[in-house]
């Protein structure tokens, strides 16, 4: 064995060595990988985060499998955001072995919402709610009151941590007006429903969405519509996405040169470590810049 080898095998056993001081942190377990960035904003040391639904797997097309199952009896909290916003969790929730584990992130919707027309489900609330920066700061908030009361967590570190998310929170949404202002010029054009939340936040403009629903077709008159927006859009941006729609936008007549950016709704390219959320947001900003309007397209 050469002395490198050694040495390998040194780092190795030390890192076996130092496992079961890991394995005392507690496990938290998010529904979704943007609620695990938000949590380890505020767990960050004191726990240890991972989400339920894969990054590379939209929560629209989920089915759970034998490990994730096991993930969930294995961990010591579990969060999620309510019936409301993420049917398909709901039957795995109400299983008594993990009732006693499981908090809701946000309350359920109370009756009709503002995003009434943007709703994939039933109670008519657009769900990607982890795209807001005042919900993902509720959020924080109910996980600081929740993680504190787990077995050997620091609450002060927790309320620290707290604190430090919601400045860097503020900081990033300045930053991130102060680059988006100048580009209120251009409109929009997403795959499916997932936006409205960051656009709101920001002063964006969405100006048309394929569908509503990635789980259902749209119509060949909201295509016409669709259509129609295209045409009459002065900086018109095509937004596609990571996990879901592809090239949704190339059955369509669209204008030349196209600008075409690709966001990702749920962050599934940040790692959950802390600062881990406001990246998050800052990537969401970087493919909205993409599609500045005076950006040289000969360079592509
Ligand atoms: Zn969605």
Redesign the pocket.
């Known amino acids: 064995m050469t002395d490198r080898n050694l040495l390998y095998l040194l780092i190795l056993l030390l890192g076996l060595m130092a496992t079961p001081a890991w394995a005392e942190r507690p496990l938290v377990v998010t529904s979704t990988h943007p609620l695990a960035l938000i949590v380890k904003e505020v767990a960050a040391e004191q726990a240890d985060v991972q989400a339920l639904v894969p990054a590379d797997v ?1 929560p ?1 097309h989920y089915s759970m499998r034998p490990s994730e199952r096991r993930s969930l009896a294995e961990a010591d909290r579990i969060y999620w955001l309510g019936a409301g916003l993420e049917p398909f969790l709901q039957g795995t929730m109400s299983d008594s072995t993990l009732s006693g584990k499981a908090r809701t992130l946000v309350g359920e919707p109370q009756g009709q919402s503002e995003n009434d027309e943007h709703g ?1 489900h039933g109670t008519g609330e657009d ?2 709610v982890w795209l807001s920066p005042e919900r993902a700061l509720a959020m924080a908030e109910r996980a600081r009151e929740t993680l504190d009361q787990l077995d050997g967590v620091d609450r002060q570190a927790i309320e620290r941590n707290h604190r430090r998310f919601e400045d860097r929170l503020h900081e990033t949404e300045e930053r991130i007006r102060a680059q988006l202002d100048p580009l209120q010029m251009i409109t929009l054009f997403t795959y ?1 429903d ?1 936006f409205h939340y960051f656009a709101d936040h920001f002063g964006l403009t969405i100006a048309g969405t394929l569908t509503s629903n ?1 789980e259902r077709s749209p119509s060949a008159r909201h295509i016409a519509g669709l259509q129609q927006s295209l045409e009459e859009a002065r900086f018109p941006c095509i937004m596609t996405e990571t996990q879901l729609g592809g090239d949704w936008w190339r059955g369509l007549d669209v204008p030349q040169p196209l600008a075409v950016s690709r966001w990702d ?1 749920i962050g599934g390219d940040t790692p959950v470590e802390v600062g881990g959320y406001t990246a998050f947001l800052e990537s969401l900003a970087e493919a909205v810049s993409r599609c500045r309007p005076e950006q040289p397209s000969k360079d592509k």
Do not use: E
Request: aromatic content about 0%; proline content about 33%; glycine content about 0%.
């Open positions: 939209s629209h994939h769900p990607h499916h997932a990635p709704p």
